[in-house]
């Protein structure tokens, strides 16, 4: 009688060995989830929502200035409405920055896009030899920080120091000024393509392996070629990926910021206005005009977002009338 009721004991609710109710476990299971997203729900709110929430308030404000604006008081904060919207649509100089970028995008984004599915292509061939290798020196620039690449290849441009300009003098050739004029943009591209090729190919690569084999094959018995397979069944079949890669460069093509503010120091055809953002860290920094800059930078985003949007969309809707057909 005694063990039996020893027994019975570790069963009942609240008894060191007892087993949580259905209910508990339920509730649990159910909260879990939100305890492993709260501190990326934490660090999204304290480093991008509150800065963006920051940053919308101060483009409605300005410093209003009474007097000579001397002693406390002097000058004080109030409400400008859209005013600093108007004043930046209206700004000649964030318009030329922004055509610069479009320049330079319409360079940048098809030849890395190119390059990096070419280089996965190239990879995800049955004859390449050393593909690990291969990889990894494609993508190792990318790893090395923009500053840093664009340090590396200012100085490579510069015809004083630069190896190639010595080899070009040697051998009697002419040797363009890459850092003035016209050849700027292929400078800043070439800085921009070296550096983020071999993400973009690790991405398509990844899906190239995705590809079941039975598809090759099939593929093969019909007759086809690794050019027709390539064309007819590689690419098609990663232009998820594409859109991806494409969504990702027009984002870093519009925030362009360090290559042309790390070249600055070595060419005179490099403004402190030549990028949308680097008039926005003129205007906010140099000039001290917070308040007009955080309205610019809500318009570049707003303007990033429309764009991504729309070709998200339109990417989105091929797809369906693909699937359709």
């Given at each position: 009688?005694?063990?039996?009721?020893r027994?019975?004991?570790?069963?009942?609710?609240?008894?060191?060995?007892?087993?949580?109710?259905?209910?508990?476990?339920?509730?649990?299971?159910?909260?879990?989830?939100?305890?492993?997203?709260?501190?990326?729900?934490?660090?999204?709110?304290?480093?991008?929502?509150?800065?963006?929430?920051?940053?919308?308030?101060?483009?409605?404000?300005?410093?209003?200035?009474?007097?000579?604006?001397?002693?406390?008081?002097?000058?004080?904060?109030?409400?400008?409405?859209l005013?600093?919207?108007?004043?930046?649509?209206?700004?000649?100089?964030?318009?030329?920055?922004?055509?610069?970028?479009?320049?330079?995008?319409?360079?940048v984004?098809?030849?890395?896009?190119?390059?990096?599915?070419?280089?996965?292509?190239?990879?995800?061939?049955?004859?390449?030899?050393?593909?690990?290798?291969t990889?990894?020196?494609?993508?190792?620039?990318?790893?090395?920080?923009?500053?840093?690449?664009?340090?590396?290849?200012?100085?490579?441009?510069?015809?004083?120091?630069?190896?190639?300009?010595?080899?070009?003098?040697?051998?009697?050739?002419?040797?363009?000024?890459?850092?003035d004029?016209?050849?700027?943009?292929?400078?800043?591209?070439?800085?921009?393509?070296?550096?983020?090729?071999g993400?973009?190919?690790?991405?398509?690569?990844?899906?190239?392996?995705?590809?079941?084999?039975?598809?090759?094959?099939?593929?093969?018995?019909?007759?086809?070629?690794?050019?027709?397979?390539?064309?007819?069944?590689?690419?098609?079949?990663?232009?998820?990926?594409?859109?991806?890669?494409?969504?990702?460069?027009i984002?870093?093509?519009?925030?362009?910021?360090?290559?042309?503010?790390?070249?600055?120091?070595?060419?005179?055809?490099?403004?402190?206005?030549?990028?949308?953002?680097?008039k926005?860290?003129?205007?906010a920094f140099?000039?001290?005009?917070?308040?007009?800059?955080?309205?610019?930078?809500?318009?570049?985003?707003?303007?990033?977002?429309?764009?991504?949007?729309?070709?998200?969309?339109?990417?989105?809707?091929r797809?369906?009338?693909?699937?359709a057909?």
């Amino acid at each position: 009688m005694k063990s039996t009721a020893r027994r019975r004991s570790y069963g009942v609710k609240g008894a060191p060995y007892a087993h949580p109710s259905p209910t508990t476990t339920f509730k649990r299971a159910r909260s879990a989830p939100y305890f492993f997203l709260l501190p990326a729900t934490l660090l999204f709110a304290l480093f991008f929502a509150l800065p963006i929430g920051y940053a919308l308030w101060l483009s409605f404000r300005k410093v209003k200035v009474s007097g000579l604006g001397l002693g406390s008081g002097a000058r004080t904060e109030v409400w400008a409405g859209l005013e600093n919207y108007t004043d930046a649509l209206s700004d000649s100089e964030l318009l030329h920055g922004t055509l610069r970028v479009l320049g330079y995008g319409c360079i940048v984004v098809p030849v890395m896009l190119g390059l990096a599915l070419l280089f996965a292509l190239m990879l995800d061939s049955e004859k390449v030899r050393l593909a690990p290798v291969t990889r990894l020196a494609i993508f190792l620039p990318y790893a090395i920080p923009g500053v840093v690449a664009a340090l590396l290849w200012g100085f490579l441009y510069l015809p004083d120091v630069s190896p190639f300009y010595f080899v070009l003098d040697r051998l009697g050739m002419p040797q363009p000024d890459l850092l003035d004029g016209g050849p700027l943009y292929l400078a800043l591209s070439n800085i921009a393509v070296w550096g983020g090729t071999g993400f973009n190919m690790i991405v398509i690569y990844t899906s190239l392996k995705a590809i079941p084999a039975e598809v090759y094959e099939a593929a093969k018995l019909d007759g086809a070629t690794p050019l027709q397979i390539a064309l007819r069944i590689k690419i098609p079949m990663v232009a998820p990926s594409l859109v991806l890669t494409f969504f990702f460069s027009i984002i870093a093509t519009l925030q362009v910021f360090n290559e042309p503010t790390t070249l600055k120091p070595l060419t005179n055809s490099v403004s402190t206005t030549w990028s949308p953002l680097m008039k926005v860290y003129r205007d906010a920094f140099g000039e001290g005009d917070i308040y007009g800059a955080a309205a610019q930078a809500v318009i570049i985003a707003f303007a990033t977002l429309l764009l991504s949007f729309g070709f998200l969309r339109a990417a989105n809707r091929r797809q369906k009338q693909e699937a359709a057909r």
